[in-house]
C-alpha cells in the first residue's frame, strides 16, 4: 500500500489508521531519514493504540515501552546497537514475541533477528512536491 501525506498531521493520521488495526504480535520495521517524520508516525500508531502522554523516539534508550493502551507498544531504535548481543541483553525475544506491537527502526542492524513476517514501512521524502509531503509505503 502506497499513502501520500502533504502535512504532519495526514502522517501521523496514517499513522493512526495503522494503530487502530494492529494485532499483537505484529512487528514493523520503519524506515526513512532523519527528520522524515518517524516520530510523527509512530505518534499516530501510539494514538491508534489508546496509548495516552508523550511518545518519544528511543534513540538513546534503543526501547520505549508503553503498557497503557489496548495491546501494549515497544518502539525500538537499534541505530545505537554496536553488537548483536546486546539486544539478548535487552531481552528482545520478549518484546518480539509477546502480546505487543513492535516497531523498529534501523532494523537492517539487527536483520539475523528478525522474524521473517514483519511488515515494512517507509517514509520518504520529495521535496519537489513540497517540505511536508511523505510518501509512506506499507508492505506485508
Keep these: ?5 502533504w502535512t504532519p498531521e495526514e502522517t501521523r493520521e496514517i499513522g493512526k489508521q495503522l494503530g487502530e488495526n494492529a494485532e499483537p504480535g505484529q512487528i514493523y520495521l520503519l ?14 500508531v501510539a494514538e491508534g493504540l489508546g496509548i495516552r502522554g508523550p511518545v518519544n523516539s528511543p534513540t538513546f534508550t534503543i526501547l ?15 541505530y545505537r546497537i554496536a553488537d548483536i548481543d546486546e539486544m539478548d541483553e535487552i531481552g528482545y525475544e520478549d518484546y518480539f514475541f509477546g502480546g505487543g506491537v513492535c516497531f523498529i527502526e534501523w532494523a537492517e542492524l539487527i536483520e539475523e533477528i528478525l522474524p521473517a513476517d514483519c511488515i515494512q514501512i517507509r517514509i520518504e ?9 511523505r510518501r509512506i509505503t506499507i508492505d506485508k
Excluded: A, N
Design 125 to 133: 521524502k520529495e521535496l519537489k512536491k513540497g517540505f511536508d509531503y
Design 31 to 44: 524506515d526513512g531519514d532523519l527528520g522524515v517524520g518517524k516520530t510523527v508516525f509512530v505518534q499516530g
Design 64 to 78: 520505549q515501552v508503553y503498557e497503557d493502551g489496548r495491546i501494549p507498544f515497544y518502539h525500538f531504535d537499534v
Design 1 to 5: 500500500m502506497i499513502f501520500e501525506t
